[in-house]
């Protein structure tokens, strides 16, 4: 999506070869006009997919998530992070390690959200090692529910996120396509 990778390589900040800050337009400061053009993009790409939800891990994938869910008129889940496991009925959990934040967290999503009826569109900020994602796919197929596709904004394609994914057989949409960076470089799929 070109809208969006002119913002990457102008404003994100490359801090080494694996890490990208996009603090000032995603994940710090949100830029409302560039996410309604994001959830747009999202939306007219799984437009024919049947979506009855989308679902997106708190909190840095609410903004687009919830433009997406808006542009396909449907609710928005916000799946939660939770320190430990609590225990409760009424719960689905399960466990998924950060990958900035190198710590574990119980990804929640109360039942009575969700059925075997929902076939579920899954959004993100970022795909690096394809943790969050397949968090969200276990945690909804928990339900029963079914994945539609799985938006991500920002793919770092040189790391193995994307081909996990797709080996489940998921099809994975990537807004823009990281091939490369390092200190103050960042290097798009060509
Ligand atoms: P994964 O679970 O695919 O390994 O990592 C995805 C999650 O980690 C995203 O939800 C995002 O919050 C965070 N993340 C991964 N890589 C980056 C990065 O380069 N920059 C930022 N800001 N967040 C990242």
Known sequence: MKLLEERVLTE???LNEN???VDGFINHQTDPVLMKAVGEDFADHFKDRGITKVATIESSGIAPALMTAAALHVPLLILKKSPSKVLNQNMYQT???SYTKGNSYELTLASHL???RDHVLIIDDFLANGEAATGAVRLIRKAHATIAGIGILIEKS???GRNKLEEQGFHVYSQVRIARLDKNVIELVK
Do not use: D, M
Request: charged share 15%; hydrophobic share 55%.
């Open 19 to 21: 890490i990208l800050k």
């Open 95 to 97: 466990v998924v390690t």
């Open 158 to 160: 040189f790391q193995p």
């Open 12 to 14: 994100g900040i490359a």
């Open 114 to 116: 969700i059925s075997e």
